[in-house]
């Protein structure tokens, strides 16, 4: 097994993929020199004292406090608040940093690690759906490297193996069809925030089981796609799969088709990210091909999983559209874990807040931030004149 030597941040390390990088980095015996999250202050400080990084973040500034009392006993410094979280990113000596925050949150983050020329392990990607061309720029001006940790498209990054896009026929990007393929939408209709959390394959965190539920999470998938990889929506082909253990593929103009394969197992994909172009010994099981004995593909239900339709259509539009469908989609999310609107609800008000909003072409990074910011407020409107 080769020897990595790259020192690693965490940022979002409390989180799925932050936990499951954790593990990676104990397992290579990699340096962590910064640890970020939100606000779990008994997590941190646990996973702080095994891997003993320079800085710990806690964005949430009353929960930093009381993270700080509990690693007096350490040299390990602590910080709250977002902005010095931003601040501990640039000037972090890590060469790569897992980006594993939830949500838009994971933007300024991202370009802070690439304004400071670090590889970015992507595993947000929201960031990627609402703002790419302003990350793509920094990173190029800065010498920094984005690679993807979305399962999809690090199979994809795998697939295409240097290769310039202008090659790729399509991008064939598989879906599990999520825990209620083949319902219909009165089917749908009753389901709990309960229901749509037993995902049948992946280990990930609530809301994007909801939205993998949804197919709202494979329509990101399909935004990103077109933004990592430059191709136009209609060469991305969305295939459902439901064994998970093709994790997409690419054909080409001779219609060959190269496709990448592994049990389902999020830390692969990390740590692809994070030893590229090393690969490494993983804590991931092999596959056992007799063991599955049959793939299965077939065509996603994109009449009654409308989300993912909708993420074509907010593709299309492009400008500040998609960073309203995943503001939206993140509000009406909330709403339904709490159990305040129905499964459906989250398709309907997400539907009418995207298609009722009034795009900016070739927008400002402020106006995709404030674009959000109405997205929000819009969606919950709609929520309450749904409730009542
Ligand atoms: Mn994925």
């Known amino acids: 097994m080769s020897e990595i030597n790259k020192v690693l941040a965490i940022l979002g390390s409390t989180g799925s993929v932050g936990q499951q990088s954790v593990e990676i980095a104990k397992s290579l015996n990699l340096k962590v020199d910064l640890l970020t999250a939100s606000s779990s202050v008994d997590l941190i400080e646990k996973q702080a004292r095994e891997l003993s990084p320079k800085v710990c973040v806690l964005t949430n500034e009353r929960n930093a406090s009381e993270l700080k009392i509990k690693l007096a006993d350490t040299n390990i410094k602590v910080f709250g608040g977002e902005t010095s979280a931003i601040k501990a990113i640039s000037e972090s000596s890590a060469d790569v940093a897992v980006n594993a925050v939830c949500g838009f949150a994971g933007l300024a983050p991202a370009i802070s690690c690439?304004?400071?020329?670090?590889?970015?392990?992507?595993?947000?990607?929201?960031?990627?759906?609402?703002?790419?061309?302003?990350?793509?720029?920094?990173?190029?001006?800065?010498?920094?490297?984005?690679?993807?940790?979305?399962?999809?498209?690090?199979?994809?990054?795998?697939?295409?193996?240097?290769?310039?896009?202008?090659?790729?026929?399509?991008?064939i990007l598989t879906s599990s069809g999520g825990p209620f393929r083949g319902r219909n939408v009165t089917e749908l209709m009753n389901i709990t925030a309960k229901d749509?959390?037993?995902?049948?394959?992946?280990?990930?965190?609530?809301?994007?089981?909801?939205?993998?539920?949804?197919?709202?999470?494979?329509?990101?998938?399909?935004?990103?796609?077109?933004?990592?990889?430059?191709?136009?929506?209609?060469?991305?082909?969305?295939?459902?799969?439901?064994?998970?253990?093709?994790?997409?593929?690419?054909?080409?103009?001779?219609?060959?088709?190269?496709?990448?394969?592994?049990?389902?197992?999020?830390?692969?994909?990390?740590?692809?990210?994070?030893?590229?172009?090393?690969?490494?010994?993983?804590?991931?099981?092999?596959?056992?091909?007799?063991?599955?004995?049959?793939?299965?593909?077939?065509e996603p239900d994109m009449n009654t999983f409308e989300l993912l339709s909708l993420a074509y259509y907010a593709i299309e539009k492009d400008g500040v559209i998609p960073a309203v469908l995943n503001a939206s989609d993140e509000v009406a999310v909330q709403y339904f874990l709490n159990d305040k609107i129905g499964f459906t609800d989250i398709f309907k008000v997400v539907t009418k807040v995207v298609t009722s909003f009034v795009n900016i072409e070739n927008p400002s990074l402020e106006e995709i931030v404030i674009a959000d910011k109405e997205a929000r407020i819009k969606t919950i409107e709609v929520i309450n004149s749904i409730i009542k």
């Not at 979305?150 to 790729?168: K, P």
């Not at 103009?253 to 010994?281: E, F, H, K, L, W």
Request: some cysteine; overall charge neutral.
């Open 196 to 298: 749509a959390l037993a995902h049948p394959t992946w280990k990930m965190g609530a809301k994007i089981t909801v939205d993998s539920a949804s197919l709202m999470n494979k329509g990101f998938e399909v935004i990103e796609a077109v933004r990592l990889f430059e191709v136009s929506p209609n060469q991305v082909k969305v295939v459902v799969h439901p064994q998970s253990i093709m994790h997409s593929a690419v054909e080409y103009s001779d219609n060959s088709v190269i496709a990448q394969m592994g049990v389902p197992d999020m830390r692969t994909c990390i740590q692809y990210a994070i030893t590229y172009p090393q690969r490494c010994n993983s804590l991931s099981k092999q596959l056992d091909f007799a063991g599955i004995s049959s793939l299965t593909f077939e």
């Open 114 to 171: 690439a304004q400071s020329g670090k590889r970015i392990a992507m595993s947000n990607k929201e960031a990627i759906v609402t703002a790419y061309r302003f990350l793509k720029d920094e990173i190029a001006k800065n010498g920094a490297e984005l690679i993807p940790v979305d399962s999809e498209h690090s199979a994809i990054f795998q697939c295409l193996q240097g290769r310039a896009s202008n090659d790729i026929k399509r991008i």
